[in-house]
């Protein structure tokens, strides 16, 4: 939405350390799900983590703790 995720390199730390955390605690992320037969061989990369499209799936498709 536009919002600023971090006002300075602490907040902006504690927000990358999350960010990973909810990734990391994602089934289908780190491969423990089930993959569509469109994508048999699909992994999760740090270049899919760090692309927009990766962050929105993160940031809206995973559970905050």
Known sequence: ???PRA????EAMDWT???FERARDNDFIMGRGHKS???????CSIEYLLSSRGMKKVIEETVDA
């Open 1 to 3: 939405d536009g919002t």
């Open 7 to 10: 006002a300075d390199a602490a």
């Open 37 to 43: 037969a469109e994508h048999p061989n699909w992994r």
């Open 17 to 19: 350390r999350r960010y």
